[in-house]
């Protein structure tokens, strides 16, 4: 019989698949990394199986993999501040599986919405409870940065187990006309840049 953990586990998948449904493939597609075939379609459809690709009418739009942010990987909680000494760790949060959206608007922007699943790990000093992490989700093209957001995630360890899991999303991120290739990346527990007005000519890349 599955605990009630994971069954609600399944739940949270089940909300980021949701969250995230859409077509794949050609514009405003939903475009997974590293997921296998059942939990790719979990997390895109909500259901085991690939639905039928429905038409689309929208223009193609760029849509790049998303990285992670220099140092943001993983954040880490020790005892007593003894960083590094692995007997101390509490827990460490982590990002696991990403997926993004874009969508081209009529002005020429770009939509881009961004996913990431996460995990919290106890160490050796640590125990079960809840965990707040601050994660950052950056567009950018080379060190400019475009658009940036912030949100505070938090992921429980119930009793007894070692690991829990979260799912953020974050949309209404906006690529101007005109960027030309960009990136996408998401970090924990990092802030860069905010992002600058564009005061370059129109149409230069």
Same mark, same amino acid.
């Given at each position: 019989m599955k605990s009630e953990a994971t069954r609600g586990r399944g739940r949270l998948l089940a909300v980021g698949a949701m +969250?995230?449904? $859409?077509?794949?493939?050609? @514009?405003?597609?939903?475009?997974?990394? !590293?997921?296998?075939?059942? *939990? &790719?379609?979990?997390?895109?459809?909500?259901?085991?199986?690939?639905?039928?690709?429905?038409?689309?009418?929208?223009?193609?739009?760029?849509?790049?993999?998303?990285?992670? +942010?220099?140092? $943001?990987?993983?954040?880490? @909680?020790?005892?007593?501040?003894?960083? !590094?000494?692995?007997?101390? *760790? &509490?827990?460490?949060?982590?990002?696991?599986?990403?997926?993004?959206?874009?969508?081209?608007?009529?002005?020429?922007?770009?939509?881009?919405?961004?996913?990431?699943?996460?995990?919290?790990?106890?160490?050796p000093a640590g125990a079960a409870g809840r965990f707040d992490a601050p994660v950052t989700f950056v567009i950018k093209r080379g060190e400019r940065i475009i658009a940036t957001r912030s949100q505070r995630v938090a992921v429980t360890v119930p009793p007894g187990e070692a690991q829990g899991s979260f799912i953020a999303v974050e949309e209404g991120l906006v690529v101007p006309p005109g960027t030309g290739e960009y990136e996408i990346a998401v970090g924990l527990g990092v802030a860069p840049a905010r992002a600058a007005p564009d005061r370059r000519r129109r149409g230069q890349s």
């Open positions: +969250l995230l449904a $859409g077509t794949v493939g050609g @514009a405003g597609s939903v475009q997974a990394q !590293g997921f296998g075939e059942t *939990l &790719r379609n979990l997390f895109l459809f909500g259901g085991t199986t690939e639905p039928p690709a429905a038409p689309t009418e929208r223009d193609e739009a760029y849509c790049p993999s998303v990285d992670v +942010l220099d140092g $943001g990987a993983a954040i880490r @909680a020790y005892v007593g501040g003894r960083s !590094g000494d692995a007997a101390s *760790l &509490r827990h460490q949060i982590s990002l696991a599986q990403f997926a993004r959206e874009c969508a081209a608007r009529p002005d020429g922007s770009i939509a881009v919405k961004v996913g990431v699943e996460g995990r919290a790990l106890l160490g």
